[in-house]
């Protein structure tokens, strides 16, 4: 199982499916915009498991939990209605899919949630959460 195509797998997904904004991710270089909406993808890896012990030739089944996290960033006193709008273009490509990458093993998300931080550096930061978990045979 690789965390690589891990992250190769959700960003492909995101980048494939979502055209609404300028889009940071981690660690890549990126311009942030003055007075436009963007957002950053960030991929929380959480613990992992093994639901099953192979035996003789059969393989064991690995588990892996975490989060997927979009921060919204849009402009300051303009109201909510850009940030809601983005989180609904958000939540629609995550909300309960399947989808891999390589060795990856099988991704399956579950509802999206979405929440407000309110203001921060002159921007209006809201977020987009989605659980997945992560499944192969090893």
């Known amino acids: 199982m690789s965390f690589e195509d891990e992250r190769h797998a959700i960003e492909a997904r995101f980048s494939a499916n979502y055209s609404s904004t300028q889009v940071k991710y981690e660690n890549v270089p990126f311009a942030q915009p003055d007075e436009t909406s963007w957002v950053a993808l960030t991929i929380l890896s959480g613990g992992g498991e093994?639901?099953?012990?192979?035996?003789?030739?059969?393989?064991?089944?690995?588990?892996?939990?975490?989060?997927?996290?979009?921060?919204?960033y849009t402009v300051e006193d303009a109201g909510t209605k850009?940030?809601?709008?983005?989180?609904?273009?958000?939540?629609?490509?995550?909300?309960?899919?399947?989808?891999?990458?390589?060795?990856?093993?099988?991704?399956?998300?579950?509802?999206?949630?979405?929440s407000t931080l309110g203001v921060q550096n002159g921007w209006h930061h809201s977020v987009v959460s989605v659980a997945y978990q992560r499944s192969k045979f090893s």
């Open 50 to 72: 093994v639901n099953s012990l192979g035996t003789g030739m059969s393989s064991r089944l690995e588990r892996f939990s975490g989060i997927i996290q979009i921060d919204i």
């Open 82 to 114: 850009t940030a809601r709008e983005l989180a609904d273009t958000i939540a629609a490509i995550f909300d309960v899919k399947e989808f891999s990458s390589g060795s990856s093993g099988t991704i399956v998300t579950r509802v999206p949630s979405y």
